[in-house]
């Protein structure tokens, strides 16, 4: 352990190594500030060392910064809670917990995202980390393709339309919030309208 790695960990209470040392430091920097203009210099004067220290543990800067996407993305998830199971309570309710989940986690990593369209290395590194992750999409399309097997949705129901549809409100939503001049989405309206759309097209 070089003298300067010491400096920086001696006083933490965890056990963290100096490389996840700089991802916390990454990934929390983008919770508080989003990406555009992250700088490796921001960062190591964030994580208290040297600008080169960097080097010694990643690559280059586009592997940090998608090794802090990555954790940010699955801190955001995890603190989202557990989604509805198939079969228990009401499909109806259960696409309303599914589309608020989704509108908070696109709320709070759509802007790390939009701020990394200009560094297409970063998230090409940040898809072939997240490979084998069950991303919330991933976990609708299963939801509701469980409901129809249960005999809770149409037979014949377009469950890969139905999720694109929630999916892509999400997106269009959240992102509609980062530009200065729209005011903050009203989710209620959207929550309900959208289920009902929804089930319109694939509910019994």
């Known amino acids: 352990m070089s003298p300067r790695k010491a400096a920086v960990l001696r006083h933490r209470e ?22 555009a203009g992250l700088t490796v210099r921001a ?6 060392v040297a600008d080169g220290v960097l080097y010694n543990h ?18 955001v998830e995890q603190g989202l809670g557990e989604l509805p199971e198939a079969g228990v309570g009401t499909v109806e309710a259960n696409l ?17 995202f939009t701020g990394l369209l200009a560094q297409p290395a970063v998230l090409t590194r940040f898809v072939e980390l997240s490979g084998n992750d069950r991303h919330w ?39 509609s919030t980062l530009f200065p001049h729209n005011a903050t989405a009203a989710d209620p309206p ?3 309208s959208v289920v009902t759309a929804v089930l319109d097209g694939i509910g019994r």
């Not at 990643?58 to 801190?75: G, I, M, Q, Y």
């Not at 005999?151 to 549809?165: C, H, I, N, W, Y």
């Open 58 to 75: 990643f690559a280059d800067k586009e592997e940090l910064l998608a090794v802090a996407l990555h954790a940010h993305v699955r801190t």
């Open 190 to 192: 959207i929550v309900e």
């Open 137 to 175: 999409r991933d976990r609708l399309i299963d939801y509701l393709s469980a409901e129809r097997d249960l005999s809770r949705l149409a037979p014949d129901a377009q469950v890969d339309a139905a999720a694109a549809m929630i999916v892509g409100i999400c997106h269009g939503t959240v992102l």
């Open 96 to 112: 309303r917990s599914y589309l608020v989940h989704g509108l908070a986690l696109h709320r709070a990593i759509l802007p790390a």
């Open 43 to 48: 960062i190591a004067r964030t994580a208290g």
């Open 14 to 35: 965890d056990n963290r190594s100096l490389r996840e040392h700089l991802i916390a430091t990454a990934e929390k920097m983008m919770s508080e500030h989003g990406t």
